[in-house]
């Protein structure tokens, strides 16, 4: 007799609607034009959508019509890790995590009562605020892992650091202050993806290490978020051999699963990372969806084709009812916040914070006409608003820009002159980390560079050895914009 697999049972005793499982993507910049499909996608059953991009007024009008057609609370959801800004035109953009956790750093200690940590904390609810009135009900953050490989190609900053402890205290923290505010958080890459060298959105990561280093060192957020009552938690699409010798991502993992539930004690909502990433490993998107509903996860997130993937489980043996899904969605708002939060006041807190991140070491002394050269390994120009500042704080600045393609000047060491090196690489899924172009071309400049700054991870910089340095985590204009202030101020020894 064939046994169905476990949580699975035969079609014949219940029909089930799949779209139910689903978390789809919605594309913010195009929901006018596309929004017959999105409603479709409602009536169809579907559980949410994550959303990409698109103008703040926009998506909150369109989703809020989204959730009049939906019978029960639609899971609206998006990647905001740094604020809302950072999916939607008109919201607050903040620094990335391991920033943040720098404005607490005093010497070697860590300050969670100061004024920084209250800026932190404030942070959090500006973020919580913003997403209600943008109509968004799940926030996929924070990031719980802790980045010990420092040369990680995906994590680096989006990380509050490499201790848990600090990784740990913040995690909770936002936990906390979003669910006040009636907000799901989710607490991400279970069980982590801090020690890795692949980027799981190409590839299968590996995470060798056994339960005994796992419990003393990645598990520890998690197990606080547990603590803290997180809403949702997203399994990584790593392998963990600890967890499950067979190799299977723990995404799609019955045996990760059951730790999750029996050992570390979870009883909430666990969803898949993004089902069309690499990291899914040899499965196809259909069979990965099928083995993570079998193993007992709740939502399948960012299938690329959701009618088919529906017509493809509904040929399978189907799950049992998922009541924790309906508790979970009954329990979403379904209103956008009518109250407006104070932007301005937020993009005020995010320059403090930005500000406050910046650190500058080995050593700084800039001469008058400083010569600048940015280096960006995207095919992009960037660094506008840094060389206009510069030349507000250092007049006389020169400055060239430098991406792949392009030619790289080459300097001749001018006592009177100061050479800045200053190297622009964001953290991108599919990205792969960082471009060999880049760290060749930053350390051809190590006899000449009085400076390097890192616009991105600080491990960047690792490679150069012992230089001069000035770590700002990111590249936004008003990271941009603070470091010349924070320069200016360190070269007059204030």
């Known amino acids: 007799m064939k046994h169905a697999e476990p949580g699975f049972r035969s079609r014949k005793n219940s029909a089930v609607n799949y ?32 959303i990409f991009g698109g103008d703040l007024g926009t998506v ?34 903040f620094p990335p995590a391991m920033a943040l956790a720098a404005t607490l750093k005093n010497g070697p200690a860590v300050d969670v009562e100061g004024r920084n940590a209250r800026r932190v904390k404030a942070s ?58 009636g907000l799901a958080a989710c607490g991400k890459h279970f069980p982590g993806h801090g020690d890795t060298t692949v980027d799981s959105h190409m590839r299968l990561p590996v995470l060798k290490h056994d339960m005994r280093r796992l419990r003393r060192c990645e598990l520890k957020p998690f197990m606080s978020a547990v603590t803290a009552g997180v809403k949702m938690m ?8 600890a967890l499950d010798s067979s190799g299977i991502p723990v995404s799609l993992s019955e045996k990760a699963v059951a730790f999750m539930r029996s050992r570390i004690g979870y009883t909430g909502m666990l969803i898949t990372d993004a089902l069309n990433m690499g990291g899914i490993g040899k499965f196809s998107e259909h069979e990965a ?55 301005e006041r937020n993009r005020a ?45 250092f007049p006389g600045t020169r400055a060239v820009r430098c991406s792949p393609g392009s030619p790289v000047p080459k300097i001749r060491k001018d006592s009177a002159t100061s050479v800045i090196v200053a190297i622009f690489s964001e953290t991108r899924a599919w990205k792969g980390g960082a471009s060999g172009w880049l760290m060749k071309q930053a350390a051809k400049y190590r006899q000449e560079a009085d400076l390097y700054i890192s616009f991105g991870s600080p491990f960047l910089l690792d490679h150069l050895g012992t230089v ?26 204030r």
């Not at 993507?25 to 949410?48: C, F, N, Q």
């Not at 980045?147 to 990784?167: L, S, Y």
Request: charged share 25%.
């Open 349 to 393: 807190l995010s320059r403090r914070l930005t500000e406050a991140a910046i650190s500058v070491s080995g050593g700084c002394r800039i001469r008058e006409q400083p010569l600048v050269i940015v280096l960006n390994d995207e095919d992009q120009e960037t660094g506008e608003t840094f060389i206009r500042s510069m030349r507000k704080h």
């Open 124 to 181: 959090f609810t500006a973020l919580a605020r913003e997403s209600r009135y943008a109509g968004i009900n799940t926030v996929f953050a924070p990031v719980l892992d802790i980045n010990t490989n420092r040369k990680n190609p995906i994590i680096a900053a989006r990380a509050f650091g490499d201790e848990p402890r600090v990784v740990s205290h913040l995690g909770a923290e936002m936990i906390r202050v979003l669910q006040a505010h």
């Open 234 to 241: 997203m399994l990584g699409h790593l392998s963990v051999p």
């Open 289 to 343: 969806s099928r083995m993570a509903l079998a193993a007992g996860v709740d939502i399948l997130l960012h299938p690329t084709e959701p009618d088919r993937l529906a017509s493809y489980l509904a040929k399978m043996l189907v799950p049992s009812l998922p009541e924790r899904l309906h508790r979970f969605r009954s329990g979403l708002p379904r209103m956008a916040d009518s109250a407006v939060p104070s932007f």
């Open 60 to 93: 909150r009008s369109y989703v809020q019509k989204l959730q009049d057609e939906a019978e029960m609370p639609l899971v609206i959801a998006a990647d905001l890790e740094r604020g809302l800004g950072q999916q939607l035109k008109g919201g607050t953009h």
């Open 468 to 493: 001069p340095r000035a770590c700002v985590f990111w590249d936004a204009d008003q990271a941009q914009d603070a470091l010349p202030r924070v320069l200016r101020r360190v070269c007059a020894g």
């Open 19 to 50: 779209y139910q499982f689903m978390v789809t993507r919605l594309d913010g910049r195009d929901i006018r034009r596309r929004y017959s499909e999105y409603r479709a996608l409602v009536k169809k059953g579907v559980a949410g959508f994550i």
